[in-house]
C-alpha cells in the first residue's frame, strides 16, 4: 500500500520535474485501488491536456477527449464546485448512467466506468481534474479511501499550479532563447492558443499572424 506522506512527497516532486507525474498518478491509481489515474486540464468542459498513469491509458483518455469532449460526468463534476473528491454515483444518477454515451458506448466495452474525481479551479479560470478510474462494478472498496484522496487533494492543487507556472517559466525561455538568434517563436496550448511569444513573434501580429480561436 502506498503511505499517503510518500504520495506527497512525489506530488510536489512532480511540480518541478514533469516527467514524474506518471508515476504519481500511477501510485494515486494504486492508493485508490483504481485501474488508472489521469490528470486533465479542462478549458471549460473541453480537455486541453492530460497526463496519465500509464501508455495504455492514453487510448482511453484521447478517446474520451476526441469522441465525447462535453460529456455529462465532466460537465456534472465542474459544475458542482465541490472542494473533494466525488464518485461518478455522486454526481449522476444510475438511470443517468444507463443513458450516457460516454459510459455505454465507450468506457463500460474497455473495462472502464466507474470513477472518483475532483475539479480543482485554477487563476487562469482553467480547471484542473484529478481522476481515478475503476471497472464499470468496482469502486473505492474501503469508505476511507476518499478521505485519504480528500487530504491529498490540497498538494494536487499547489503542485498543479506551482507546474503550470513553471510550464509557463520553460515556455517563455525558449521562445527567448530564439528571440536572441533572431528568429520569432511562440508557444501554442493544446488548443492552438497562443501561450508566449517573442518580440520578433509579436512583431508580426496582427499583419502577418493573428491570435484567434
Known amino acids: 500500500m502506498i503511505e499517503p506522506a510518500d504520495l506527497v512527497s512525489r506530488i510536489y516532486e512532480a511540480a518541478v520535474i514533469p516527467e514524474q507525474w506518471s508515476g ?6 494504486q492508493f485508490a485501488g483504481a485501474k488508472d489515474a489521469v490528470l486533465i486540464a479542462t478549458r471549460g468542459t473541453s480537455f486541453a491536456g492530460w497526463l496519465m498513469s500509464s501508455p495504455e491509458f492514453n487510448d482511453i483518455v484521447v478517446g474520451h477527449s476526441q469522441h465525447y469532449p462535453t460529456n455529462l460526468r ?13 464518485h461518478d454515483r455522486d454526481l449522476l444518477t444510475q438511470d443517468e448512467i444507463d443513458r450516457e454515451p460516454v ?3 465507450f468506457l463500460i466495452p474497455r473495462g472502464y466506468g466507474s470513477g472518483v474525481a475532483t475539479a480543482i479551479a485554477s487563476p ?22 476518499l478521505t485519504g484522496l480528500n487530504k491529498l487533494r490540497p498538494h494536487f492543487a499547489r503542485a498543479a499550479l506551482l507546474s503550470s ?10 521562445t527567448e532563447a530564439l528571440g536572441m538568434l533572431a528568429l520569432p ?18 512583431a508580426l501580429m496582427p499583419g502577418l499572424i493573428r491570435d484567434r480561436r
Open 74 to 86: 465532466t460537465s456534472r463534476l465542474i459544475g458542482a464546485q465541490y472542494a473533494g473528491f466525488l
Open 124 to 145: 487562469s479560470g482553467d480547471n484542473i481534474i484529478i481522476h481515478a478510474e475503476f471497472g464499470h462494478t468496482d469502486g473505492p472498496r474501503r469508505p476511507d479511501i
Open 24 to 29: 504519481v498518478l500511477a501510485a494515486t491509481a
Open 103 to 105: 459510459y455505454q458506448d
Open 185 to 202: 517563436g511562440a508557444v501554442l496550448r493544446g488548443a492552438g492558443k497562443l501561450y508566449t511569444a517573442n518580440a520578433a513573434f509579436e
Open 165 to 174: 507556472q513553471l510550464g509557463l517559466e520553460r515556455a517563455r525561455a525558449m
